[in-house]
């Protein structure tokens, strides 16, 4: 097919000198040709074109029947079918252009779409037509809106304009039968015999059809319904009537358009609703399940924008605002990677840690996230979150791998010296402190020793061993008891089944042989576990001679005895200045009187008032 272009217009001509209609944006451009062409070219069998051998080939063998399959196909992705290149496209943008030239020949009315029927003069019925397209773009869509219903009876418009909501609130089908007293199913057949001409004629509902899809198609970002003027001046007027312009494109542009809500706002897109929510919902479970796979944001943007068909690529924007918006980047890397998804605290306190250069402390987190949330958490609500995103690295301070300057190999090593020791036969059982599995690194390998503290070689096993953690820096093996021993019980229960006082050196070795201990650990002078003596410790009542009902009477004496020094009593001088039967050693008396929270001990093993602040020696 040949074409050529007018002196007048600059427009090409089909085949026979007809000029190609003004609504085809690109006469070259097949897909754009098949979209925009009226409802009944769109329906013409593909079969009937007059295609190349190849292009019958290519359209058999991936099932295009009609010319509106083609809307199964962005540029992209039909250029990418096999045997479609240029030439292809160009035999095909003609075939289209020639096959619609007969269409209208044949439907009797000329190529600029004049009615889609009726005589070769333009009339209708004896009625002069002048609807023709360029008219119809002219008068834009509510124009011809109006024009057409004008040529309906008063009380179809009437129904008709009311369900559209020009002018007021969209009334139901119901609210309409009430109003005219006929029922609401009489309602819509009124409705519909109206609108369908108005659908299927070529002025109106092949017109918006083809404007829609032409503004759509040059977009890259969502048409919201009150912007569909500013996109194309046809539709203007419609911002005045959203209602109205919602109701036409449900109307007369049924499965080829959609208007959709999000956050309150409607788009005009050729998804539905329910296809739309289906895919933010998928975007979001993608995000979720891409956490800890490192993924940079443009990644994760890309791979949620592949979920759209391509036919709706100007959602990207949205899709990614909607899938994205419980989700957390952060690191100190360009670009930023995917840290988590969620609304809860600890999302918020794993990015902190991953946006810090090093290790933050938890009253620093606890500052930031009220910044950011606009509202106090309590303390131990935001360690219990940083314990959850991130490690102990220090007193109070958390921070992520990125904060430990270890290779993974010296972490593996690390946790394979300390899981062989705790796993070693005769050890099973027993818990380990992080500062015994130190020790049993240095003699391993001392320079690894030099690299680590508790804090780092605590990550190292949760990261790289099996072992099970009992908190406070504690461990057992993965058959292990899950309760950590707690040392005040532990010494309670060895001193019970001793059945007299043991010596420091002697209670802690038995305590080791259950559990682990930092290398700092003290026995604490703590109710039922007192000293009775010089470096040996026994249990409250049974071991000291003043049993439970009468050391309340001891504390008083003690007091007296204080109060009338007037200064501190060294352990030394028990005897000469506190009075009480039975008698017992030094020792004995400031254990039992240092429960009470009115005394306490100082430097030199000096008894006196806490309210001194002081012994006053």
């Not at 292009?55 to 295009?64: C, K, S, W």
């Not at 540029?75 to 290149?85: H, M, P, V, Y």
């Not at 909607?322 to 794993?350: D, I």
Request: proline share 4%.
């Amino acid at each position: 097919m040949s074409k050529s272009k007018t002196a007048a217009t600059g427009r090409p001509k089909i085949a026979g000198g007809a000029p190609v209609p003004d609504w085809i944006q690109d006469p070259g451009d097949p897909l754009g040709i098949a979209r925009g062409a009226p409802a009944w070219f769109r329906n013409h069998e593909v079969g009937k074109l007059p295609l190349t051998v190849r292009l019958r080939n290519v359209f058999t063998n991936n099932q295009i029947n009609v010319v509106s399959d083609l809307d199964r196909y962005s540029d992209e992705d039909f250029s990418a079918l096999k045997n479609i290149g240029v030439t292809s496209r160009r035999h095909l943008a003609e075939a289209l252009l020639e096959s619609l030239q007969a269409g209208l020949e044949a439907r009797g009315g000329a190529p600029d779409l004049v009615s889609g029927g009726g005589a070769k003069d333009g009339t209708r019925g004896g009625r002069k037509e002048t609807n023709n397209l360029s008219g119809a773009v002219s008068r834009g869509l509510m124009g011809n809106l109006l024009g057409a219903l004008d040529k309906v009876g008063e009380r179809e418009r009437e129904i008709v304009l009311s369900r559209m909501g020009y002018g007021e609130t969209s009334k139901t089908l119901g609210g309409l039968g009430v109003e005219y007293g006929v029922t609401r199913e009489r309602i819509r057949q009124i409705e519909q015999r109206v609108i369908d001409p108005i659908r299927l004629g070529e002025a109106c509902g092949d017109l918006m059809r083809s404007r829609l899809n032409t503004v759509l198609r040059k977009r890259d970002t969502p048409l919201p319904l009150s912007d569909l003027e500013r996109a194309d001046d046809w539709f203007r007027g419609v911002s005045e009537h959203p209602d109205m312009a919602e109701y036409l494109v449900e109307k007369l542009c049924p499965k080829a358009f959609n208007v959709i809500s999000v956050a309150d706002v409607k788009y005009i897109s050729r998804l539905d609703q329910n296809i739309w929510d289906e895919t933010v919902r998928d975007g979001r479970n993608l995000l979720r399940n891409s956490v800890g796979l490192i993924l940079p944001e443009d990644e994760c943007r890309r791979q949620v924008a592949s979920l759209l068909p391509a036919t709706a690529r100007e959602l990207e924007p949205l899709l990614w605002t909607e899938a994205s918006r419980y989700c957390h980047f952060s690191g100190l890397r360009n670009p930023r990677v995917l840290t988590s998804y969620g609304r809860g605290r600890e999302h918020l306190v794993r990015v902190i840690l991953e946006d810090s250069p090093e290790p933050v402390h938890a009253r620093e987190v606890s500052r930031k996230l009220a910044e950011t949330l606009g509202r106090e958490f309590g303390f131990s609500r935001v360690q219990a979150a940083l314990s959850a995103s991130g490690v102990l690295l220090g007193k109070g301070t958390f921070g992520t791998r990125e904060h430990i300057p270890l290779s993974d190999a010296a972490l593996k090593k690390a946790a394979e010296i300390a899981s062989k020791a705790v796993n070693k036969r005769g050890a099973r059982g027993r818990q380990w402190h992080a500062q015994e599995l130190l020790r049993e690194i240095r003699g391993k390998d001392p320079g690894l020793h030099d690299k680590f503290d508790k804090y780092r070689l605590n990550a190292a096993l949760r990261w790289h061993s099996d072992l099970k953690y009992l908190g406070r820096f504690m461990w057992t093996g993965p058959e292990g008891n899950g309760s950590r021993v707690h040392i005040k019980e532990a010494l309670r229960e060895i001193l019970r089944d001793a059945g007299e006082p043991l010596a420091t050196s002697e209670l802690k070795s038995r305590v080791a042989e259950l559990r682990g201990m930092g290398k700092t650990f003290q026995i604490g002078n703590r109710d039922p576990v007192l000293r009775v003596g010089r470096g040996m410790w026994g249990l409250n009542d049974r071991d000291f001679a003043v049993k439970r009902d009468r050391q309340p009477e001891l504390v008083e004496a003690v007091i007296d005895a204080l109060r009338r020094k007037e200064s501190g009593i060294a352990v030394e001088e028990a005897d000469r200045y506190i009075d009480f039967s039975p008698r017992m050693n030094g020792d004995s008396i400031f254990s039992i009187a240092t429960t009470d929270d009115r005394l306490t001990t100082g430097i030199g093993r000096v008894l006196f008032l806490r309210e001194w602040g002081g012994p006053r020696i």
